[in-house]
């Protein structure tokens, strides 16, 4: 499958944004999806991931700020993100494996998804 990132961009501290990740077949063939995001120097880290359950798993930085869904009718998987800070500055990617019923404790593990996005890039600065 092939996963394009969109919606990001430059926003002020404070707002909100909704990535927007498109599949180039259903993507309901890939169980498990994810948001991941790497700042400059830093490593990439998972950010939210969803099962087929589903059942989602955020990263303690960004629970209660960042919501993740998936549209099967779309072939898109989102992440909303609100109450933005300057720490969550990074290119953002989408991820994707096939297996549905994907472990908790796995969904934010990098190594657990075999399809990439390209990444789209996230600034929050006044």
């Known amino acids: 499958v092939q996963l394009v990132e969109s919606g990001g961009g430059l926003v002020q501290p404070g707002g909100s944004l909704r990535l927007s990740c498109a599949g180039s077949?259903?993507?309901?063939?890939?169980?498990?999806m994810a948001w991941f995001r790497q700042a400059p120097g830093k490593e990439r880290e998972g950010v939210a991931g969803?099962?087929?359950?589903?059942?989602?798993r955020y990263a303690d930085s960004v629970e209660g700020r960042f919501t993740i869904s998936k549209d099967n009718a779309k072939n898109t998987l989102y992440l909303q993100m609100n109450s933005l800070n300057s720490e969550d500055t990074a290119m953002y990617y989408c991820?994707?494996?096939?297996?549905?019923?994907?472990?908790?404790?796995?969904?934010?593990?990098?190594?657990?998804?075999?399809?990439w996005g390209q990444g789209t890039q996230v600034t929050v600065s006044s």
């Open positions: 991820a994707a494996a096939r297996p549905r019923w994907t472990p908790a404790s796995s969904l934010l593990i990098a190594r657990t998804y075999n399809e």
């Open positions: 969803i099962n087929a359950m589903p059942i989602a």
């Open positions: 077949e259903d993507i309901d063939n890939y169980g498990t």
